[in-house]
T-cell receptor, first 111, second 115 residues
Framework: RKEVEQDPGPFNVPEGATVAFNCTYS??????FFWYRQDCRKEPKLLMSVYSSGNEDGRFTAQLNRASQYISLLIRDSKLSDSATYLC????????????FGDGTTLTVKP | DTGVSQDPRHKITKRGQNVTFRCDPISEHNRLYWYRQTLGQGPEFLTY????????KSRLLSDRFSAERPKGSFSTLEIQRTEQGDSAMYLC?????????????FGPGTRLTVL
């Protein structure tokens, strides 16, 4: 079993749709959690950190459930430019350190 | 450009040859990471440094792989006696010291092809 598991998709949605991605992690001692975005043939870039209280950045909302070891990302009003692979990331340290990545969920937003 | 840079961007080599990659982190960052990524998978942790100290090395990393960061600035990753299974994108990332930011900034990667 992988340490961080994601539904690989692909998710194909029309513009304006709401889409949700899920992620589970196996190590209960994990300290910090993130979503990264990776465009085709590009490097990963931080989308947002994930906190137990939930956090929102514009159309993006992330949630963490430590008891269930579950992380989610919700994208509202999808744009064509949201098409990418979304990587769930878990760290054992509070501040950066070794990151364990999921294999990513691919999103394609269509006109 | 003040981002993370990697050199070379592409490397094609024959099985059994040695290769070395270089990573220059963002200058204010004292942590530097190496990851490997193959098609359809997320980046896989290889090793990381805080300044010149190598703090952790993946158990998956065979003894053919070695990384250095001699002066706490740039880093090199060497693969000896390359195998076809080493073909992958090798990503370098850097981050601020603990307490400042969680974000890891990635370079564009070095794509290795072993024939």
């Amino acid at each position: 079993r992988k340490e961080v598991e994601q539904d690989p998709g692909p998710f194909n949605v029309p513009e304006g749709a709401t889409v949700a991605f899920n992620c589970t992690y196996s190590n209960s001692a994990s300290q910090s959690f993130f979503w990264y975005r990776q465009d085709c043939r590009k490097e990963p870039k931080l989308l947002m950190s994930v906190y137990s209280s939930g956090n929102e950045d514009g159309r993006f909302t992330a949630q963490l459930n430590r008891a269930s070891q579950y992380i989610s990302l919700l994208i509202r009003d999808s744009k064509l430019s949201d098409s990418a692979t979304y990587l769930c990331v878990v760290n054992m340290e509070e501040w950066a350190g070794k990151s364990t990545f999921g294999d990513g969920t691919t999103l394609t937003v269509k006109p | 450009d003040t981002g993370v840079s990697q050199d070379p961007r592409h490397k094609i080599t024959k099985r059994g040859q040695n290769v070395t990659f270089r990573c220059d982190p963002i200058s204010e960052h004292n942590r530097l990471y190496w990851y490997r990524q193959t098609l359809g998978q997320g980046p896989e942790f290889l090793t990381y440094f805080q300044n010149e100290a190598q703090l952790e090395k993946s158990r998956l990393l065979s003894d053919r792989f070695s990384a250095e960061r001699p002066k706490g600035s740039f880093s090199t990753l060497e693969i000896q006696r390359t195998e076809q299974g080493d073909s992958a994108m090798y990503l370098c990332a850097s981050s601020f010291p603990p307490g400042q930011s969680n974000e890891q900034f990635f370079g564009p990667g070095t794509r290795l092809t072993v024939l």
